[in-house]
């Protein structure tokens, strides 16, 4: 099979930069475009000198319409609303869109639903294979324990992360109430603040910690009387992801259209 091409959109961010870096290391894999936010500092400016490697010979660019015409997949770790945009695009040049932008509102996730009908998207609030695996044995632990067992998701993140709480807490969160068969829009507490009375049987909790550098922790805590089952994922680099994702796009290249997750990456759907 001919080389993989791919666009890194967002490329001058935290992941943008380690996906390229990635993409740099796959002989599979070739590089056909990095788009930034237009006017970013980042235009112009070589790939390789972006993230620390020799040449590539592409420039950063802010024309995703002509890079996406040329490509069979684009990488998308930024903003929601540029994630809608390209989620768009992509479609119209019928490409594998992989989203690991969190911090979506149910609106966006709507366009980004529509898109679907029209080219394979792999989205997922965590694209690592530890915190995938994470989400099955969490819904698998909450299927067997009853209301005995609050629930409780606790995060930290570096001091720069702009949305809360994070998509993996969102993405635990899910798989412990489809594990308990409740809505989360219903069980689910993200604040606490005050006189809050005593804690709701069945409620799914939420604590968001930020701070300093932490790539990235979850602690999934079930509760009970006299005992407490913890099921937790520490990142340590941000690789992880960026292979994660990298590995969502292998898959989805000449895929039917639709909206995929990493669990249908991995296999790990029926578990
Ligand atoms: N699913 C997963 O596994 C993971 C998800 N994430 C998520 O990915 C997202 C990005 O994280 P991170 O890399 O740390 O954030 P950064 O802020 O470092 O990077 C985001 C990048 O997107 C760029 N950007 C914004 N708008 C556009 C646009 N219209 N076109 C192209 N680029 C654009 C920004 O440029 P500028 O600053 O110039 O506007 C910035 O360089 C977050 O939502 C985060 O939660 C992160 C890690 C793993
Ligand atoms: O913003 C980040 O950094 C991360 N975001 C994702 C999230 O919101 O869960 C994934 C990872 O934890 C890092």
Known sequence: MTQ???VVVGAGGRMG???IRAIAEAPD???SAAIDTAGADTIGRDVGELVGLPA????????ALTAFAAAEGVIDFTIPQASIAYAALAAQARIAHVIG???LTAEDEAKIDAAARHAPIVKSGNMSLGVNLLAALVKRVARTLDEDFDIEVVEMHHRAKIDAPSGTALLLGRAAAEGRGVDLDTQGVFTRHGHTGARRPGDIGFATLRGGTVVGEHNVIF???????E??????DRGIFARGAIAAARWARGRKPGLYSMADVLGLSDI
């Open 17 to 19: 930069r380690t996906v």
């Open 223 to 229: 509760a009970g009387p006299a005992e407490r089952i």
């Open 4 to 6: 993989m091409r791919l």
């Open 29 to 31: 894999l070739v590089l």
């Open 56 to 63: 590539f010979g592409v420039p950063v660019s802010e024309d």
């Open 231 to 236: 099921l937790a994922h520490k990142a340590e």
């Open 101 to 103: 932008t969190t911090g």
